[in-house]
């Protein structure tokens, strides 16, 4: 598994926005050995988690099974523990419904931006499409107003 990192994302906004975890990267540089190994992260999974704290943008690429959802969802679970949101994709949108349920797994809240869940996903990930919220949201302000 290749960890390939990206320091594009540097205007001022976006670091604004995750100050939060930049600042506890930068300051807290915490041993994640105890974090990796109750994610059951290999060598190579914890170092792509300890990437992330010092990196805006991660991309994790490899070969079918070598965990890339699995770390994928313990980076964001870590990181929401420090900021707001994370955003995560994926190549399709199978790929972008597994690591959605292995964040929920994870204890991450979630919410599904785009169109065509993956059929073995729809029960689980349809109340957390944004076009449900959204529709859930005006029929709440229909019923109020």
């Given at each position: 598994m290749d960890i390939l990192i990206d320091d594009a994302l540097t205007s001022e906004a976006v670091r604004e926005k995750n100050k939060g975890c930049l600042l506890y990267a930068e300051h807290a540089k915490p041993d994640l050995t105890k974090e990796?190994?109750?994610?059951?992260?290999?060598?190579?999974?914890?170092?792509?988690?300890?990437?992330?704290?010092e990196?805006?943008?991660?991309?994790?690429?490899?070969?079918p099974g070598t965990g890339k959802?699995?770390?994928?969802?313990?980076?964001?679970?870590?990181?929401?523990?420090?900021t707001d949101a994370v955003c995560v994709a994926a190549q399709s949108n199978g790929a972008v419904d597994e690591l959605?349920?292995?964040?929920?797994?994870?204890?991450?809240?979630?919410?599904r931006v785009g169109r065509n869940i993956t059929p073995e996903y729809e029960?689980?990930?349809?109340?957390v499409n944004v076009d449900h919220i959204i529709q859930d949201q005006i029929g709440w302000m229909s019923k109020t107003c």
């Open positions: 990796a190994l109750r994610l059951g992260l290999n060598d190579s999974q914890a170092r792509a988690l300890t990437a992330t704290l990196q805006k943008l991660c991309l994790v690429q490899g070969p959802t699995k770390i994928c969802a313990a980076i964001a679970r870590f990181h929401t523990s420090y959605l349920v292995r964040c929920q797994q994870q204890g991450v809240e979630v919410v029960a689980t990930l349809a109340s």
